[in-house]
């Protein structure tokens, strides 16, 4: 008994130990040190408050619009600017990271499985700093400076800051989740009213209506490189959408990837390495070539230089420049080049998704129009019907504007203006800015002015917003988020005929009414009211080939209990 115990008892040391062996170089392999920063009086800087809209750290600024926006102005080194970004938006940073974690616990419910990812993710990113240039690590961990001690429970304040800018990459690997789903074009030449290279872009990134609620534009005067500007959110180092001053300008847009195997570049900061170092096409080009990136994705490179756009298609394995052969480029979520012509993954992303019919829905709008100004830009941009002005119902994925959008951005690079949108969408008044008076701003002409945009060249913002086909569509974005949670048993909720008839009237073309009430009545083992449903449900435009096809799965699987029933 004794040699058996001391046996058992060898065992119990020997799993512990390994155990802690592995624990050690699990923690050596996730713990990721800051860079080394040479000067850091900077860190002593203070931030100054002058009224409720307007502070300063140093030189540099933040300011509130009337319209919502806010507008950041951040010179110096790397480091410098980092903590001066994170001391300006300290409570935006705390705002922003907790409207993601919201997000993050909406999609992940399970704390189990939250804690799971938390270290899987941690460990994936472990060489995250190799593949990101040193100036950025040093402007990340500047803002990361000031971001609140609440969440280091994730990790960190550095690695987390880190990992954020991975999320863009993380959204679109997990497609399923339906985080991203951009829409841009471009035209140059006669295509436009003053025959110069006119740019338009939805961001559709969606993490909550929260997350979008404070738009940033980060004003960037670097020690090396370009001076640029890029909408984003605060904390936010990558570039999403942007324009420097010699009027190259950047969209990223998602394409499919599969699931990838190591962290690389994150897509939102070789965009700023572009965006900051590239004044051409071809300059752009060869700085997408030379990074690594862990997903793939089409960077939609509008020139002034070249006075015309192109598209950089990336994927881990290759990078390709595609141009079109007219005077107008459309960008979607597929690859459009011949470089992807056979690539696999391309091919069932054009077959099984919605970008090719936003694609067609974009290419429509423009067909045959010349002279096309901003105010027009904007309307294409705030487009929700489908082909042949199809109604699909408000929110559809297949709309270029599915009202999801964090931002939508009009650039004009040959007058250096862009024209953004405020909350909510595009729906908001969209505020014209010129690059060159913002980086000319002396301290006095900013404390005497209210507004920074140029008013008379705003675009109003769209009707739709005031019209009751909105108010309907709030009404149908409430209850479909009951039902939902009544579906899955989270919440207990009532499903009468006057909720049903309520529900269908507030957004009578979209398939996901039906999908939504299908699965309720199927939750509840009803088949045949479920089944009527999901046939509504097919006779709407369905985003998705794979949700079509799980739709009629379904009907099929309850139409056969039906029919062997006694």
Known sequence: MKIKFRHILLVILAVFMILIIVAVVYIRNIHIPPPDIKDTTCIQWQRTQVNDSLYFVGNNWLHRSPGGLWEVYLEGNAFERGVAFGKLTRELLEYQEDAFVEMINQYVPSPSYLNFLRYFVAFFNRNLPEYIPEEYQQEIYGVSLSTSSRFDFIAPAYLRQLN???????GHALQNMNLVGCTSFALWDNRTQDNQLLIGRNFDFHAGERFAENKLLCFVNPDTGYPFVMI??????????GMNEKGLTVTINAAKSGIPTSSAMPVSLLAREILQYASTIQEAQRIAGKRQVFVSESFLIGSLSDNKAAVIEKTPEKTALYTSSGNQIVCTNHFQGKAFADDAMNIENIRESDSPYRYARVRELLEGKSGVDEHLTASILRETRGLNDKHIGYGNEKS????IAHHSVIFHPSEKKFIVSTHPYQLGEMKAYRMDSIFTMTADRLLQ??????AAENIPADTLLYSIDYAHFLQYRQM???????????NEITVDESFRDRFISSNPEMYDVYHLLGDWYESREEPD?????WKMALSKEIPRLREKENLEKKIQKHQNKVSIRP
């Not at 270029?400 to 009202?403: A, E, H, R, S």
């Not at 002015?449 to 140029?454: E, I, R």
């Not at 009211?529 to 449903?533: F, N």
């Open 529 to 533: 009211q479920a089944v009527s449903y």
């Open 232 to 241: 984003g959110w605060a904390g936010m180092c990558g570039v999403l959408s």
């Open 400 to 403: 270029i504007n599915q009202l």
């Open 164 to 170: 954020y800018h991975a999320a863009h990459d993380i």
């Open 449 to 454: 002015a209210k507004d920074l945009s140029y």
């Open 480 to 490: 479909r988020d009951s039902l939902k949670a009544g579906i899955s048993k989270k």
